[in-house]
């Protein structure tokens, strides 16, 4: 069973609101259709419709008879319609008179025309007969009237909730650069920092995701510092982009952003983002060597790391500021728990007086693999002065170590170099580390010439590769005497045989 540590908490992100004005069309529309829903909801009243069977024959109703028309000549008089032969009808010319008058002709018997009241009751008749012809048809009874402002009611409530779900949709899509929301409790669905329960960013899925057939996933970590443009990041990205067979890697690749700003570059640059939020602790400016900051991001990153292990992953970590030419798991060994790269390397995989280096290392998930990191990051306590590089130099003697039986290898520098020691042979070199470096500025600089060599060098036919001589120009601003003080094996050997 896997389970996440409660010091790992993994944000989301977005902001409503924020998003809304990112797309005011959609936000004017949505404002209009709720007015509309509400008006319809507050006053379901609506004017009469006046296309109805019912309407018309009110009008017919209430429509009273027209006057006699004025005395015409007989030339011009209005000839009234022969009567049918009809029991209803009086050819005898004696009809009643009625309030409409009617015309008569003394010098011959002519055919009186109908009352205003027989001509009005003949027209309901007709009416009435079109009306029950069309109902069902173009005429809508007066009960539709009702059901119609429902419906309007409805379709208008739900377009506006759909525009609305549209946003959030393309909010989660699009707006990748949002910082921490103080509605992320409110609506944890979008990318950007949110509540720890967000299912779109939990470390679980974040890894399944990422991970390889073999639930291998390469893992890096990245704080504001790093995360600037023209920075670290952008580097260490081209370097997958550039190399031989390292583009299809970066699908495996996530990163681990220590503060919000790095998470909202990480964002911008990557698909595979996860947050680490630890408590009470700014990681987002650059951390020297030894500093009280620097020891708890190294710390953090080990425990970090062993919550993997316990998930079922294999990781690769690296640090930002290595850069990958090639695909080093060809150069991995199929039969170590844990291997790392050196800053300086002995000669042997097996030797544990190598110079490990904690930037670069492959480890598979298995129960000593867990128990060592558990013991790496307890030692902690014990050697509260050192960082985590020099801890494991001392603890890798330790008889805890060697009772757990972890297959235990390091990786030669002519496939894994750095600064402090070189991959002189541009055809075997996977990853080069900008180790043995002191400030970030120092480390951009050498590590933008460190691609512009591997460039030159791409640049050449197949066959000129293999008889290049092609060399480094690095390092430059990088200085090796600079980080002696803290590179030297044998202070970590003395203190181990002290222990």
Known sequence: MTRTPESVKLCGTGEYFTVFFKFPTIHFLTNIIFSLTFHLLLHPSLPPATNTPTHRLTLIRNRRPHPDPPPTTETHRRQPPQPRSNSKFSTSGSFPPTSGGAWSDSSSMRLNPLSGHRRLAFHRRRVRSRAGNSLGGDMLPDSSSAFLRRSIVVVCFFLAASLSCFVLFKAANLARIQTFSPLRHVIPSFPDFSTPDSDEYKLERVLKNAA????????????????????????????????????????????????????????????????????????????????????????????????????????????????????????????????????????????????PNGGFNFVRSNNRSIEFYKFWYNSREVYPEYHDQDVLNIIKFDAFVIDLDLKMRFLNTANFGGFCELSKDFNSVCTMHANCCFGLGNKIHDLRIMLEDWKQYMSLAPSLKISSISSWRVPQNCSLVQSDHYNSPQMSVQLAKEH
């Open 212 to 355: 390889m057939k073999d639930g291998t996933v390469i893992l890096t970590t990245l704080n504001e510092a790093w995360a600037a443009p023209n920075s670290i990041v952008d580097l260490f990205l081209e370097s997958f982009r550039i190399g031989d067979g390292t583009r299809k890697l970066l699908k495996h690749l996530v990163i681990i952003a220590l503060d919000e700003r790095a998470f909202s570059r990480c964002l911008v640059v990557h698909i595979h983002c996860f947050a680490l939020v630890t408590e009470g602790v700014d990681f987002s400016r650059e951390a020297y060597f030894m500093t009280p900051d620097y020891l708890k991001m190294m710390w953090r990153r080990i425990d970090f790391l062993r919550s993997v292990l316990e998930m079922g992953y294999n990781f690769v970590f690296t640090d930002a500021d290595i850069m990958w030419f090639r695909d080093p798991f060809p150069r991995f060994y199929s039969d170590a728990d844990f291997q790392i790269a050196c800053d300086h390397f002995l000669g042997s995989s097996y030797d544990l007086e190598n110079r």
